[in-house]
């Protein structure tokens, strides 16, 4: 029975949001953008400013997706960067055949991932590991920049 209880309150603690930062963080926004070509798809970025890289954030939980985080430092800014794909503008090599062969190598549709947090537009989770316990960080008020519109690919292809 005893054992029964603690596994129990270790699942529920397991993804326990932690009240201070890991690091301090800039102003995070998230920016959408769409490629000037057909096929060439969209999605959109969220990229969470650091001024501290002693702690290494993982992945990232936002408007229902889940994307890994990818550090950049550019030299004048310290940042994490999660790149989210929409369905809008993606290439689509659909295989209609009647051999089922054929068809198999079309692309399987990808399954949204769990969300085990409740969270607004604005907000999202960051994770990170402390030791071997990962550790789970709630961040609001994430502005929306302006889309990136990317140009079209040149004529004649140049």
Partial sequence: MFLLVASFSQCSTAQKLQKNPPVELGQVYAQN???????GGSGFNVFIPVKDTSVVLDSIFFRGQKAGLEFNDSGDQTFYVGRFQSDFN?????????????ESKNKLPTLKDEMPF?????????TYREGDQTLYYKISNIKMEQPLHYPSAPPNGQ
């Fill in 90 to 102: 993606q290439k689509e090599d659909l295989i209609l055949s009647s051999d089922m062969k054929e």
């Fill in 33 to 39: 953008w769409v490629a000037g070509i057909k096929g």
């Fill in 118 to 126: 409740e969270f607004h537009d604005d907000e999202c989770v960051i």
